[in-house]
């Protein structure tokens, strides 16, 4: 749902307009994301512009709004930074033919590859570079979690909002042993997988469903605590992250069993929404810890 851009970073060294124009097409809530390739990528943007705008205001105004793009539009891609002896374009091409990008944007392509994009002629009208910020998927475990897969790897805490989240009942637990192997797999030590749900239950019945669950599915490096909220507070279900996160109109499990709504409608949070919600369900005491 979120597509992972590589960018070359001379594109947006020719001008500050150049600069704005390719930096406000991008966010997760728009469905594009530039992937911090390689690692010091900010560094080789600035490098660039300083070669060509050295001495001017717009070398300034670059340097101030590079410094402040937002994990939400430059994402943590935790891909190798290929051999630095070779230009930017060939370390992109030989890192997508190991892990594909969407797209690779850049200043030219000289072997007129069918997914290297020359800036100079993108436009939206390019259905390689079309995203969108809302899609219908099915119900299962794999498309709820894939909605949200590109952020899951840039983020040390992860919440999941349910109000009726069950992992005694398959339809929740195949989503929840998805995203922690998902989770696990990423190498990040420490990461939180917080779930949050409605208080509806009581408790001793509530840490049962857990308590025989939880243990045998969490991986190494990944802790998970779950939240109790009043039931009447808890109304849209989402995952969210640090970087970003995704609103569910139906709810956190699936319909593999195929005995509830077969679709659902997924629609990514614009930054200031994230806020709200993190700060909504960040603060409280965890009812229970697994580690």
């Not at 594109?11 to 500050?16: E, G, P, Q, R, Y």
């Not at 998927?137 to 109000?163: F, H, Y």
């Amino acid at each position: 749902m979120i597509k992972e851009f590589a960018l070359e970073p001379d594109v947006l060294a020719t001008s500050f307009r150049d600069f704005s124009y390719f930096i406000e097409k991008f966010g997760v809530g728009q469905g594009r994301v530039i992937s911090r390739f390689p690692k010091h990528w900010k560094r080789l943007v600035y490098e660039a512009a300083q070669a060509s705008l050295r001495g001017t205001k717009e070398l300034n105004r670059i340097e101030v709004r590079l410094r402040n793009i937002t994990d939400d539009v430059l994402i943590a891609s935790k891909r190798p930074n290929g051999d630095g002896a070779q230009p930017w374009l060939t370390r992109a091409m030989s890192e997508h033919g190991r892990l594909p990008f969407a797209a690779i944007i850049a200043h030219e392509n000289p072997t007129a590859h069918t997914e290297v994009l020359v800036a100079a002629d993108l436009d939206d009208s390019d259905a390689r570079f079309q995203a969108t910020g809302q899609r219908h998927i099915t119900r299962t475990a794999a498309e709820i979690v894939g909605c949200v897969d590109l952020l899951l790897g840039a983020s040390k805490t992860v919440k999941l909002i349910d109000p009726h989240f069950d992992p005694n009942k398959a339809r929740w637990r195949r989503m929840l042993g998805l995203l922690l192997t998902v989770l696990g797999n990423n190498g990040q030590p420490g990461v939180i997988l917080e779930i949050h749900r409605a208080d509806n239950a009581l408790p001793g019945n509530l840490q049962h469903c857990f308590d025989s669950r939880i243990p045998n599915m969490l991986p190494s490096g990944v802790t998970v605590q779950v939240f109790l909220h009043p039931e009447a507070a808890m109304h849209n279900r989402f995952i969210l992250t640090s970087v970003g996160g995704a609103s569910y109109h139906t709810g956190l499990d699936d319909n593999e069993d195929g005995n509830s709504t077969a679709t659902d409608l997924v629609s990514l949070l614009a930054p200031g929404v994230l806020a709200t919600e993190w700060a909504t369900y960040s603060g409280q005491t965890a009812f229970l810890v697994y580690s």
